[in-house]
């Protein structure tokens, strides 16, 4: 019988957040600096092979890896008025240089519009020269005044990746924007993340975007958070900094242009999304450690058990798994496997006296603690179908727990009950006026999350605030 237990996961989704990061050794947040934390080393290595997933990504759809400055001058920062209009109080702002103030002073990074902009003026002469697909993975900074929460709301995001491309005419700007999307849920699929895609409503859209399309997961307390956006420019940037490129005819035009991001947030939804109260669960493509083997030390028999965890490791090694063995003589096994399951290692191998006897290994996987015994020599191809196996069932759990906590309701009261219960996303008829979007807001006493793109139907009936006819289904959350 599993002895998995999601309570503290759940009812206490914050305090269990906080302390699995440390405990598992993901991230330390206690460092001086608000809003600021620690990759350690465990954590850095989750980190690297979640964000492999969407390099390989961006690599294989010919998007170009790059770097630039993390200081922006404050005169670049301005020319885009909503953009600035939008950033400027959320600015760290550098103002001296040594001891002699700046002339212009220089922002950190918040995002990276105004910083390639003048560098696309530059390079970028005609029509051959597009499309450009740009990426870089950096640090961008918000002087953040809500409280920040480790990996969720941080004043340094560590980890933001994000995609800058120039096209010659809207319509490619709109099909990269449809690419992007592809991207990010092949990524969020890969990691076993669920997601609901909205388009943003104006009030509440990228400052300096067209539009913005935004993907959103449910957190253990029924929050949303939203994990990934993609931005369509327009050519608001483009205008800004004159930006052209001549046409096939000779004509100057101005450029088209989008923009998309994930942070480290796709970490925490990826330990949030599988956790359960023994820890982290990982999904076995981003774990560093899949297979933990763990001795069961008996006497006079040690030497056998030890020889046969070494086979077992070498077998498992070959077949390509990242094994560790847990030779450790100043732990008991319990402790070993409180340790493991911790940190999340998708399958733990135990050898005892019986099972070498036996010619046997006990195998459990991680998400639902169950336990098989596997014969030796059948132990590879078990542990590759088992990882499979649990790929497989940690998705669909997760789709499920996503599934159960979208509900469409047909009245405010509803709406209101659920959303005040942290049930999830209420989904509800709107008109798509911006006025009964924010009555909305205040009665259900939730953030507009958007209109699905996700999901094609015909709305049928009326809206739920005015009862005009209803355009669209919009959803509302609770929003991190
Ligand atoms: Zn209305």
């Not at 990010?184 to 067209?210: L, M």
Request: proline share 5%; glycine share 6%.
């Amino acid at each position: 019988m599993s002895t998995l237990k999601r309570d503290k996961w759940s009812r206490q989704y914050g305090d269990w957040f906080r302390s699995v990061l440390i405990d598992a050794g993901i991230m330390d947040y206690r460092y001086p600096i608000k809003g600021c934390g620690v990759w350690m080393p465990y954590g850095f290595k989750v980190r690297k092979n979640v964000f492999e997933i969407l390099r390989d990504l961006l690599d294989s759809t010919g998007h170009d890896e790059t770097l630039f400055p993390l200081l922006i001058p404050e005169t670049s920062l301005a020319k885009e008025a909503a953009h600035v209009g939008s950033f400027e109080e959320e600015c760290f702002w550098v103002t001296r240089g040594g001891l002699t103030p700046l002339k212009v002073k220089y922002a950190l990074r918040p995002t990276s519009e105004t910083v390639i902009a003048p560098m696309l003026k530059l390079w970028i002469r005609s029509h051959a020269d597009l499309p450009i697909k740009l990426y870089q993975i950096v640090s961008m900074f918000r002087y953040e005044t809500k409280a920040t929460r480790p990996l969720i709301r941080m004043r340094e995001v560590a980890s933001f990746k994000e995609a800058h491309t120039s096209h010659a005419t809207p319509e490619d700007a709109e099909a990269q924007v449809k690419e992007a999307v592809k991207i990010y849920k092949k990524f969020f699929n890969e990691v076993g993340v669920p997601y609901c895609i909205s388009r943003r409503p104006d009030w509440d859209k990228f400052a300096g975007a067209v539009y913005t399309l935004s993907f959103d997961m449910i957190c253990p307390d029924g929050r949303t958070l939203q994990i990934g956006t993609v931005h369509n420019l327009g050519q608001n940037f483009s205008k800004a900094f004159d930006i052209t490129y001549e046409t096939e005819k000779g004509t100057q035009e101005q450029i088209w242009q989008t923009c998309y991001g994930i942070s480290g947030r796709a970490i925490a939804a990826v330990l949030s999304i599988h956790g359960d109260d023994h820890g982290v669960v990982l999904p076995p493509n981003v774990a560093p450690i899949q297979v933990v083997v763990i001795p069961i030390p008996y006497k006079k028999k040690e030497k056998q058990i030890n020889k046969t965890c070494e086979g077992i490791v070498a077998t498992l090694k070959k077949a390509g798994l990242r094994v560790e063995l847990d030779q450790r003589t100043d732990m008991r096994p319990g402790p070993k496997f409180y340790y493991w399951e911790l940190r999340g290692i998708p399958i733990r191998i135990e050898v005892g006296p019986k099972d070498v006897e036996n010619k046997e290994a006990t195998v459990v996987r991680r998400d639902t603690l169950e336990k098989q015994t596997c014969k030796l020599n059948e132990l590879g191809a078990a542990v590759q179908n088992l990882i499979e196996k649990m790929t497989q069932d940690m998705q669909q759990k997760a789709w499920q727990w996503m599934k159960v906590r979208t509900h469409r309701v047909d009245s405010l009261e509803e709406a209101r009950q659920l959303v005040k219960k942290r049930a999830g996303i209420v989904e509800v008829l709107w008109c798509n006026r911006t006025e009964c979007g924010h009555k909305l807001e205040e009665a259900v006493e939730a953030r507009v999350l958007g209109v699905p793109v996700d999901i094609e139907e015909k709305v049928k009936g009326k809206c739920v605030v005015c009862e005009r006819k209803a355009e669209h289904v919009v959803r509302a959350a609770i929003a991190y």
